[in-house]
């Protein structure tokens, strides 16, 4: 039941949180900023359960902004599923946004997720049971999802959007790739069903707030989501997707 909660880190080098055998790790309303270039993890947590990790700003990760291993499975005596809601998540140079490996019923709703050479979204082939909605995944120089495996029935991936702004594949799902997320709803019409596809015109690098239109009132209600990374409501009809809940820019910043 270890918390880390509305702390902020600046300039650190390598782990700022760091959880290893937590029952019921917290990590809300952090504001970290990285100084590493080459290295980094924003968010580490290795054998946990029953975590939630929610409304953090992790900026300029170089390794992995949230890094989430062997957690949550049986060998745990996991119970409960964990969460992953309502952070903003840089990765710089070939970082990753977020990372899931070896752990098992994780729900990532309302995230908002950029990497800069590497992937938003990274799933091995033994994280399962996770549900992934609501989610902004943007990257440049790499595919922004990266699925190992194609998700199985327990699984759910819908909701998101895509972008990778330097142009290239939007998905690598079990070693295919996908050039675009029309592609990727052929070849799996059981999932993405209501994602969508395009630029969600992020403030900044690091400033993951939401200027342009694509994202907003196009997500699902999930009822445990009530406000977003700024404390803001959250719409019970029509809310966004990401973890900024807002209005369109009338006039996008160029």
């Known amino acids: 039941g270890n918390k880390v909660e509305n702390c ?12 290893y055998y937590q ?19 924003g968010i580490y947590c290795y054998y946990g359960r029953h975590m939630d990790f929610s409304s953090n700003l992790i900026k300029s990760a170089s390794t992995y902004g949230m890094y989430i291993v062997n957690s949550n499975t049986a060998t745990q005596s996991a119970t409960a599923r964990a969460m992953i809601a309502n ?16 752990s098992n ?9 950029s990497a800069e050479n590497d992937q938003a979204l990274w799933v091995s082939t033994t994280a399962i049971g ?34 990778r702004s330097g142009g290239g594949n939007v998905a690598l799902v079990a070693a295919a790739t996908y050039a675009d997320l029309a592609s990727w709803q052929t070849a799996d019409a059981t999932q993405n069903v209501n994602s969508l596809e395009g630029d969600p015109v992020f403030s900044g690098a690091t400033n993951l707030h939401v200027q342009g239109g694509l994202a907003n009132d196009v997500a699902v209600v999930i009822g445990a989501i009530t406000e977003d990374i700024d404390g803001d409501v959250r719409s019970v009809t029509t809310p966004d997707i990401g973890a900024d809940e807002f209005s369109p820019a009338t006039c996008l910043v160029p």
């Open 8 to 19: 902020t880190f600046t300039d650190v080098y390598y782990y700022p949180v760091y959880f």
């Open 23 to 41: 029952d019921s790790p917290v990590a809300i309303g952090n504001d970290i900023s990285m100084r590493n270039t080459t290295a980094g993890y």
């Open 87 to 102: 952070n903003m998540i840089s990765a710089s140079g070939t970082g990753d946004g977020l990372y899931l490996s070896g």
């Open 105 to 113: 019923d994780i729900d990532v709703f309302h995230n908002s997720i």
């Open 130 to 163: 996770y549900d992934i909605r609501n989610n902004i995944f943007v990257a440049s120089g790499a595919e922004p999802v990266d699925l190992d495996a194609a998700p199985g029935a327990t699984e759910v991936i819908d909701y998101n959007v895509y972008y």
